[in-house]
């Protein structure tokens, strides 16, 4: 049986939240904080959102090329998203089947699937209101990125 509960806060997010709690775990591994590069085999859509995404994170001090493929399925998901949402744009809500009855038109469905995918990821990363509004970063963190949060742009590029 798996683990009940939500998944505990990584003690670096503790840290920056400037929880008490960050200072009794013992044993989780440090990963250094550093910009990497994307890999070679993301797509060229989804490596237009790397650098901006991978900047954010360092700013926040939770970038490390540990996180490289987590990045990339985040950088893939958005990707993802915004072609989907922009070829829903045109299309109807609703299209008429072959019994002629009418269904949801799957695109919309496509574009919600792609849209919970980057939900799902950002929030691994902290990237959502509800994980980044309790995290304080110090004026050092501050300076070593020339990106914050406010620089993040999902529809960059669409």
Not at 65 to 93: G, H, N, W
Request: hydrophobic share 35%; aromatic share 6%.
């Amino acid at each position: 049986m798996g683990k009940r509960g939500p998944k505990p806060t990584p003690t670096k997010i503790l840290a920056l939240r400037g929880s008490w709690l960050a200072k009794t775990r013992e044993g989780e591994p440090e990963v250094p904080a550093a910009l990497c590069e994307p890999p070679p085999w993301l797509s060229d859509r989804a490596k237009e959102h790397w650098s901006p995404i991978a900047q954010t994170l360092f700013g926040l001090g939770v970038m490390s090329p540990t996180y490289s493929v987590a990045l990339a399925a985040l950088c893939e998901a958005i990707a993802d998203y915004t072609k989907s949402a922009k070829e829903s744009e045109t299309q109807p809500l609703v299209i008429e089947d072959a019994n002629g009855g009418v269904k949801a038109n799957p695109i919309h469905n496509i574009k919600t699937k792609d849209w919970n995918r980057v939900l799902s990821a950002c929030r691994e990363f902290g990237l959502t209101p509800s994980a980044i509004s309790g995290i304080r970063t110090s004026d050092s963190q501050k300076a070593k990125s020339k990106k914050g949060i406010s620089d993040f742009r999902l529809a960059q590029g669409a």
